[in-house]
């Protein structure tokens, strides 16, 4: 940043930056940041222009304009995006404008809580099945739609207005691995005449979620994902091999016109259709076998 003494005029083409650190800069001071995902350059940034002398202006500007301060921004991003080693970022701040905590009286329960959990989250350590199986929905969205999802956006979309109650459930079950099928009937301690329950009746293999949903050859899942896709041929958009991305991560599809604009319309639909498609295989299954 400029010398303290200097006027300077800091040019954001950013909204949400801007209002961070203007009109709701007060009520974020207030809760701590506890709501904040990048709250220490938050704090630092605030902290920085406190401690100035001079004046310091703050302008909006659109990327569209074509501001010059923008195309050079962009630049420095890209080229730190590709760094090998990424650049530690100074968000020390002075004891004099630290904040240390949030008032009491902007505290509400919705927030405490939150905070518990995500405090309590990072000392969780990673199930080693709802790894693997968030990595086959993330690669299946990847191959079937093009895009990169986070972890955080893949367990958002399960919750999406378009996913009935039952099905994000079960979409939630699934992907953390908590039914009992396949091997969970071999593990230790469960008594032997269980472990049939690991083999598929019909095809004689391990009965695992991904044998019930795209590979078993029980009436059922291969019925139920061709008429899919008979309905899915009158909308005119191509159509996309079930698996993890396709199925369980159809929260997160991207549908795009010819001209690279996103169908959230069609997006709607595809969440809609395949969601109760894989939920009503597994409930067939589940008529199947549970007598």
């Known amino acids: 940043m400029a010398n303290e003494k200097t006027r300077l005029l800091e040019i954001i083409d950013s909204k949400s930056v801007f209002e961070g650190i203007t009109s709701r ?3 974020q001071e207030k809760e701590g940041y506890l709501r904040q995902s990048n709250a220490d350059i938050t704090k630092a940034l605030v902290a920085k222009m406190r401690a100035r002398k001079a004046r310091t202006s703050l302008k909006i500007v659109k990327a569209e304009d074509g501001h010059t301060g923008h195309k050079c921004a962009k630049t420095l991003a890209k080229e730190g995006a590709q760094k090998q080693q990424t650049s530690k970022i100074k968000t020390d701040v002075d004891p004099i404008w630290a904040i240390s905590g949030a008032c009491l009286s902007a505290m509400t329960q919705k927030l405490a809580y939150s905070v518990i959990r995500k405090k309590k989250g990072v000392l969780l350590k990673p199930r080693e099945e709802t790894t693997t199986n968030l990595a086959l929905v993330s690669e299946g969205i990847k191959e079937a739609f093009g895009v990169d999802v986070t972890q955080a956006e893949m367990w958002k979309s399960i919750r ?27 593990r230790e301690g469960m008594p032997e005449e269980y472990h049939d329950r690991a083999v598929c009746s019909v095809c004689e293999n391990t009965e695992s ?5 795209f590979r078993c050859e029980a009436p059922g899942q291969a019925e139920i994902w061709r008429e899919l896709k008979r309905v899915w041929a009158l909308t005119g958009i191509p159509w996309k091999e079930p698996d993890w991305g396709t199925a369980l991560g159809a929260g997160c599809a991207v549908l795009r016109s010819e001209n690279g604009a996103r169908k959230t319309h069609m997006e709607s639909l595809w969440t809609i259709l395949w969601s109760e498609a894989v939920h009503l295989i597994w409930k067939l299954r589940c008529e199947r076998v549970i007598r």
């Open 209 to 213: 979620m991904d044998h019930i949903l």
């Open 160 to 186: 999406s207005k378009h996913i009935s109650g039952p099905c994000s459930q079960f979409l939630w079950k699934t992907i953390h691995g908590l039914f009992m099928v396949g091997n969970r009937w071999r």
């Open 25 to 27: 800069q007060k009520k």
